[in-house]
């Protein structure tokens, strides 16, 4: 990512704060991480790290379009899809959270880790999401994929 992706990808980022101009500045600083308020301009889904990292995975195809913002939680596990805001959409499966209006999401700087919270794909600054319609199809295959491999891990810890 070049230094203008970044400048761009912390202005459209920092833009989720209540404060964007603090917000840089804590980035800055070197504070690392902030509260950003989903709903306005993305929702974040969130899903257990498995099942993202094969997600992601099956999201970098050259027919598909380049994925949007995606972060990922070492700490609790988990990785976040950006997504545009829909409060009237239902990401419905074992283990999915939605972030919307209303929710606040901890968020690194789009540069640099902080602590626990990292981006796979930062944003670039251009508002691209991930397309909820691909991203449902590829969670769709990679939890399809996980459960038929759930019986051979279950196999091997007896």
Not at 10 to 22: G, I, K, N, R, Y
Not at 89 to 100: D, N, Y
Request: net charge negative.
């Amino acid at each position: 990512m070049n230094d203008t992706m970044w400048t761009h990808g912390v202005e459209w980022l920092a833009a989720a704060s209540p404060d964007p101009q603090a917000c840089k500045r804590a980035w800055d600083r070197g504070e690392g991480i902030a509260l950003l308020e989903a709903g306005r301009f993305w929702d974040l889904l969130s899903v257990p790290d498995r099942l993202g990292l094969l997600t992601l995975d099956l999201l970098w195809q050259p027919s598909l379009p380049t994925p949007g913002p995606t972060l990922v939680d070492t700490a609790a596990h988990r990785i976040g899809f950006l997504v545009p805001p829909d409060p009237g959409s239902r990401w419905i499966g074992e283990g999915l959270r939605c972030a919307s209006r209303g929710s606040w999401v901890a968020t690194p700087p789009p540069y640099r880790a902080a602590r626990f919270l990292e981006w796979l794909i930062p944003p670039d600054g251009t508002g691209a999401l991930h397309r909820p319609v691909t991203l449902e199809v590829a969670l769709r295959q990679a939890n399809g994929t996980l459960a038929m491999l759930e019986p051979l891990r279950g196999d091997r810890t007896t």
